[in-house]
């Protein structure tokens, strides 16, 4: 089983940034899609991003398109969100999940692997 930590939450400021990591110890990420999915209390987990196993295409939910950069190094062995411009609605625990597929769409079951969670809080 592929496992997978998150780091990097915390609480911000709305118009503030975080940087969220996705790291494994044993397994090689760059073999797998890696996606960031979020979920509130009371909403079901909602999709961010994803980045590509092969060529490094993304893709992002329309909620966070032009504030959300989902990154790789594989010196590393990482995969990063760089969250810009946050607002509250974005308050969520954030998870981090692998996918054996290329390019992925943003939707649970095609991820078999996931992390414990994060937790980003934006308020004032």
């Known amino acids: 089983q592929l496992q997978l930590v998150e780091s990097g939450g915390g609480l911000v400021q709305p118009g503030g940034s975080l940087r969220l990591s996705c790291a494994s110890s044993?397994?090689?990420?760059?073999?797998?899609?890696i996606g960031w999915f979020r979920q509130a209390p009371g909403k079901e987990r909602e999709g961010v991003a994803c980045i590509s196993s092969s060529d490094g295409s993304t893709r992002y939910a329309d909620s966070v398109k032009g504030r959300f950069t989902i990154s790789r190094d594989n010196a590393k062995n990482t995969v990063y969100l760089r969250m810009n411009s946050l607002k509250p609605d974005d308050t969520a625990v954030y998870y981090c999940?692998?996918?054996?597929?290329?390019?992925?769409?943003?939707?649970?079951?095609?991820?078999?692997?996931w992390g414990q969670g994060t937790q980003v809080t934006v308020s004032s």
């Open positions: 999940a692998a996918s054996i597929a290329t390019m992925p769409r943003l939707i649970s079951p095609l991820f078999g692997s």
């Open positions: 044993g397994f090689t990420l760059s073999y797998y899609a």
